[in-house]
């Protein structure tokens, strides 16, 4: 790219200084600069920045003062001769407070300088302009070129950009044509998320092996949570299967059918996050292998339970004796046999078969005590006739005598029945008892 250059006048006013100043600078070669044909001195753009950062160094002390140039350039312009009684615009130097006529030399001389710049910037102001334009269009002009190859850059970066995404969208489409029945779409975003990564550095050029490898392997990571999912409801479903007939109902779930899927589920959980479908089927295997145990005990202990008839005892204790027997059974572990179970029922009821028992007999003995005593009816006529016989009594006929002997039976049934409740009484001493009471009775 061309370099840019300035005139005396543009540097000068572009570094603050003077254009005496400057020039005094280029021919004590300080600064780098070049002159045109015309003998007009340019100065590179680099070498004002040089200066700018730098610093400007000063005149040379062989260079007559700046001082008068200085003032030269703000003198006006008339060509009226100098007057020594002009007013300075600085406080002057030494060398002018010794030597008045030295500084009116240096001030015809600065004019005169000024006047030979300014035609000979004049002169070399076509040339020059000239140049500036040349350089302004080169710098334009790679300006232009870098700008186009830019566009060009960019226009070739996004149809590259366009065409990957068209590539990976057309991957994405087939992973999603690809996934199994049954996948909810809501793992299609995460199908499109995980082809897209996998495929975010690989160039459409690349083989086609290459690319649905990576494609089916990105849906299969995608799909980890679906097939998890789907390995824990098979499992389940598999575990349910084996829980026994008797504890399902076709129409409304029953308890064991609840606490097995939920018992089921709960192993599940309690797997390694990457354990697999045979330790899954296992683990709710067993969960429900447990509810069967439990669902074969309980249903055991209400078979004994009903079968509690206990005959001869009466509907408060038939129901105190199942609740014996169910809360006994209860108790015992899951997995007891049913030899163990019957004999913990048998031992449940045997204090209230006993106690029946003891009833029937008392009821029997009861019952014998009544059917003795209306016996003794006999013995006390017996001896009622016994007496009269011996005339120690004299009744009126027979149906006399048979009053007599109803009211001396119940006179004496107390002292009977008391003696007959107490111990085992023979029919001969039943027969001396009531005689010796008739006796008393008389």
Not at 21 to 49: C, M, V, W, Y
Not at 163 to 169: G, N, Q
Not at 288 to 295: D, G
């Amino acid at each position: 790219m061309s370099q840019i250059f300035y005139r005396i006048g543009q540097a000068a006013a572009r570094l603050g200084i003077s254009k005496y100043h400057l020039r005094r600078l280029a021919k004590e070669g300080l600064i780098r600069h070049k002159s045109t044909r015309t003998g007009q001195l340019l100065f590179p753009d680099s070498e004002i920045n040089r200066l700018e950062e730098e610093g400007v160094p000063p005149v040379p002390a062989t260079a007559e003062p700046e001082d008068a140039a200085e003032e030269v350039d703000h003198e006006p312009t008339d060509d009226r001769a100098p007057s020594t009684k002009d007013e300075l615009l600085a406080a002057p130097s030494r060398r002018v407070i010794s030597s008045p006529e030295e500084v009116l030399a240096s001030r015809y001389k600065v004019k005169k300088m000024r006047i030979e710049e300014d035609m000979e910037q004049t002169k070399e102001a076509p040339g020059e302009r000239c140049a500036e334009k040349t350089a302004l269009k080169a710098v334009q002009e790679a300006e232009r070129q870098r700008l186009t190859e830019v566009q060009r850059d960019l226009q070739a970066r996004a149809g590259e950009e366009r065409k990957h995404r068209e590539w990976v969208d057309s991957w994405v489409q087939s992973a999603i044509n690809w996934l199994p029945y049954g996948v909810p779409e809501q793992y299609h975003l995460e199908v499109r998320r995980q082809v897209e990564e996998a495929l975010q550095e690989l160039h459409p050029s690349q083989s086609y092996s290459l690319a649905s490898s990576l494609v089916r392997a990105a849906s299969a990571k995608a799909l980890e949570p679906f097939e998890r999912q789907r390995e824990t409801e098979k499992a389940v479903e598999e575990a349910l299967g084996n829980l026994d007939i008797s504890a399902k109902d076709f129409y409304k779930p029953t308890e064991w059918q609840i606490r097995s899927e939920r018992d089921a589920r709960t192993a599940l959980r309690a797997l390694p996050q990457g354990a697999s479908f045979q330790e899954k089927k296992a683990a709710a295997r067993t969960a429900v292998h447990k509810i069967n145990a439990e669902f074969e005990h309980s249903h055991t202990c209400d078979r004994l339970v009903a079968q509690v008839s206990f005959w001869g005892g009466t509907d408060e204790e038939r129901r105190r004796a199942k609740l014996a027997v169910e809360k006994a059974l209860k108790a015992l572990p899951v997995g007891s046999s049913s030899t163990e179970m019957e004999e913990v029922k048998n031992r449940t009821l045997k204090p209230f078969e006993e106690e029946v028992e003891k009833r029937k007999k008392q009821k029997e003995k009861q019952a014998q005590i009544e059917q003795r005593l209306a016996q003794s009816l006999r013995y006390i006529e017996a001896y009622l006739k016994e007496l009269e016989s011996e005339d120690e009594l004299e009744f009126d006929g027979a149906q006399d005598l048979r009053n007599f002997s109803y009211e001396l039976r119940d006179a004496i049934a107390p002292k009977v029945r008391s003696e007959l409740e107490r111990q085992d009484v023979s029919d001969a001493r039943l027969r001396k008892l009531i005689e010796e009471l008739v006796d008393e009775e008389l």
